[in-house]
């Protein structure tokens, strides 16, 4: 596999693994360098010259590994070659489902994401060591391989630099009462995948997001906003303002098609007959920006995500292409958009169809970001 993808490995072993996988046979197996923790008592190379020959670092860590990382401490080689790192830097949790998800292994983890150019990988669903199955299980390695790659064909590629790219992501919430409030399935992973994905290829990105418990992408300047409404407000100050001038738009904020007429400013209270909503529509963000726009700039990207599927989703998408004046719609399926990390789409311009995924939201948006340069040339 890494001759296929002409991509020279290098191995970090500490002392545990050692034991289990001996020094020779690894280096037979990856050809390349290997590298020894101090506790074998065989150091070959410091590991401040690691980052002298080190593109990319992928690394597997247990359960010890993200209080170390986010404390910026190192126990082990590998721990210290990742804080020394000047690359992206991949990791890929494995460990029992109970650590995984213990609340000081979330908040170390959550640090970890703020980190630039470091990506968590997993871990998924299914069977660990133990023998229990559960959220834990690492990765395969395929799924690591193809993250290796996207992450050394992006980290070299700054083809969006000295553009500025405004996306919007997550959900919005209408207010009923001080309570309740209507709202959307929608995640925000997509639209802080493509923020992410844009802020590694070079450009000035400004993310609005509906509310979600998300890090935001590092290099990325963040507005949090709660209604339709605010996202209006926010788009129109972003757009109206933005220096440079916005060179592309990317609504993937699942804005609320409609609010209620009125807010009660008290909690309503419970009755024993049938309830009644008076919604009035929300302004539809994407068609005003679309009929307002003078020219070819900001390129604008819309979103649709429906529940039809095949020609009937396809079909759908172009109408709405249409109908807002957008230049690209990414079209998908409800079920493969909401609540997942993995996802499947169809980028949808007026001569042309390209298959996004299915794979990862980050691959996703890494191919989004990929059209996005291509057409800003």
């Given at each position: 596999m890494?001759r296929?993808a002409a991509?020279?490995?290098?191995?970090?072993l500490?002392l545990?693994?050692c034991?289990?996988?001996?020094?020779?046979t690894?280096?037979?197996?990856s050809?390349?360098i290997l590298?020894i923790?101090?506790?074998?008592?065989?150091v070959?190379?410091?590991?401040?010259d690691?980052?002298?020959?080190?593109p990319?670092?992928?690394?597997p860590?247990?359960?010890?590994?993200p209080?170390?990382?986010?404390?910026?401490t190192?126990?082990?080689?590998?721990?210290?070659?990742?804080?020394?790192?000047?690359?992206?830097?991949?990791?890929?949790?494995a460990?029992?489902?109970?650590?995984?998800?213990?609340?000081?292994?979330?908040?170390?983890?959550?640090?970890?994401?703020?980190?630039p150019?470091?990506?968590?990988?997993?871990p998924?669903?299914?069977?660990?060591?133990s023998?229990?199955?559960?959220?834990?299980?690492?990765?395969?390695?395929?799924q690591?391989?193809a993250?290796?790659v996207?992450?050394?064909?992006?980290?070299?590629t700054?083809?969006l630099a000295?553009?500025?790219?405004?996306?919007?992501?997550g959900?919005?919430?209408?207010?009923?009462?001080?309570?309740?409030?209507?709202t959307?399935?929608?995640s925000?992973k997509?639209?802080?995948?493509?923020?992410?994905?844009?802020?590694?290829?070079g450009?000035?990105?400004?993310?609005?997001?509906g509310?979600v418990?998300?890090a935001?992408?590092?290099g990325?300047?963040?507005?949090?906003?709660?209604?339709a409404?605010?996202?209006?407000?926010?788009?129109?100050r972003?757009?109206?303002?933005a220096?440079p001038p916005?060179?592309?738009?990317?609504m993937?904020?699942?804005?609320?098609d409609y609010?209620p007429?009125?807010v009660?400013?008290?909690?309503?209270?419970?009755?024993?007959?049938?309830?009644t909503?008076?919604?009035?529509?929300?302004?539809?963000l994407?068609?005003?920006?679309?009929a307002?726009?003078v020219?070819?700039?900001?390129?604008?990207l819309?979103?649709?995500?429906?529940?039809?599927?095949?020609?009937?989703?396809?079909?759908?998408?172009?109408?709405?292409?249409?109908?807002?004046?957008v230049?690209?719609?990414?079209?998908?399926?409800?079920?493969?958009?909401?609540?997942?990390?993995?996802t499947?789409a169809?980028?949808?311009?007026?001569?042309a169809?390209?298959?996004?995924?299915?794979?990862?939201?980050?691959?996703?948006?890494?191919q989004?970001?990929e059209?996005?340069?291509?057409?800003?040339?």
């Amino acid at each position: 596999m890494q001759r296929r993808a002409a991509v020279i490995l290098g191995w970090v072993l500490i002392l545990a693994g050692c034991a289990r996988q001996p020094p020779p046979t690894t280096y037979q197996l990856s050809g390349q360098i290997l590298l020894i923790d101090a506790g074998t008592q065989q150091v070959i190379i410091r590991h401040g010259d690691i980052v002298g020959f080190m593109p990319g670092m992928t690394m597997p860590y247990k359960v010890r590994d993200p209080q170390l990382l986010s404390g910026r401490t190192a126990g082990d080689l590998i721990t210290a070659a990742a804080l020394c790192a000047r690359c992206p830097v991949l990791l890929a949790p494995a460990m029992h489902p109970s650590m995984w998800e213990h609340p000081l292994t979330q908040a170390n983890v959550e640090r970890l994401r703020t980190v630039p150019d470091w990506e968590i990988l997993g871990p998924v669903i299914g069977e660990v060591a133990s023998g229990e199955i559960g959220m834990g299980r690492m990765l395969e390695p395929e799924q690591i391989a193809a993250a290796v790659v996207r992450a050394l064909a992006t980290s070299r590629t700054k083809d969006l630099a000295g553009r500025h790219v405004v996306v919007t992501a997550g959900p919005t919430l209408e207010d009923l009462d001080p309570v309740r409030a209507l709202t959307n399935r929608s995640s925000g992973k997509m639209g802080f995948a493509i923020a992410a994905s844009a802020a590694r290829r070079g450009a000035q990105v400004t993310l609005i997001s509906g509310p979600v418990s998300l890090a935001t992408p590092a290099g990325v300047e963040r507005i949090d906003v709660r209604s339709a409404l605010d996202m209006q407000a926010a788009l129109q100050r972003t757009l109206a303002e933005a220096a440079p001038p916005a060179a592309a738009l990317v609504m993937c904020a699942a804005i609320a098609d409609y609010r209620p007429r009125q807010v009660s400013p008290s909690k309503l209270k419970r009755s024993s007959g049938a309830v009644t909503l008076e919604l009035v529509p929300n302004p539809d963000l994407l068609a005003e920006i679309g009929a307002a726009r003078v020219g070819s700039q900001p390129f604008l990207l819309g979103f649709a995500v429906e529940t039809e599927q095949g020609e009937r989703l396809v079909a759908a998408a172009r109408a709405k292409l249409a109908k807002k004046r957008v230049d690209a719609i990414v079209a998908n399926a409800a079920r493969d958009a909401l609540g997942t990390d993995e996802t499947r789409a169809i980028l949808i311009t007026a001569d042309a169809e390209q298959a996004l995924g299915p794979g990862s939201k980050a691959a996703v948006a890494d191919q989004i970001s990929e059209f996005l340069a291509a057409r800003l040339r």
